[in-house]
């Protein structure tokens, strides 16, 4: 079992940066993969970014490349989501998501924080 709790969400101004941060513990050796998904009102929950653990390797959604960096602190077992240039149509529930091994893949998830982008 992995545990995950997030913080950081609140509202900011268009333009404006928050870091989100997602804590990870329980069977942390079996994690693959760390990432942030969002969900919009009306939405379908999309990946914004994830980090594969062995190899830093990342990947960004199109929308939020050139503006978020996700990156890890290994000794703090989190994950960070700095989110620069902020748009409204960034607004959504942002979770945070971990892909592990242990004989089987399982997909956790943290509660959700909430980011809104207004002015």
């Known amino acids: 079992q992995v545990q995950l709790v997030e913080s950081g969400g609140g509202l900011v101004q268009p333009g404006g940066s928050l870091r989100l941060s997602c804590a990870a513990s329980?069977?942390?050796?079996?994690?693959?993969?760390m990432g942030w998904y969002r969900q919009a009102p009306g939405k379908q929950r999309e990946l914004v970014a994830n980090?594969?653990?062995?190899?830093?390797?990342?990947r960004y959604a199109d929308s939020v490349k050139g503006r978020f960096t996700i990156s890890r602190d290994n000794a703090k077992n989190t994950v960070y989501l700095q989110m620069n240039s902020l748009k409204p149509e960034d607004t959504a529930v942002y979770y945070c998501?971990?892909?592990?091994?242990?004989?089987?893949?399982?997909?956790?998830w943290g509660q959700g924080t909430q980011v809104t982008v207004s002015s």
């Open positions: 998501n971990a892909n592990s091994l242990s004989g089987s893949w399982f997909d956790y």
């Open positions: 329980g069977s942390i050796f079996s994690i693959y993969s």
């Open positions: 980090i594969i653990i062995s190899t830093d390797s990342t």
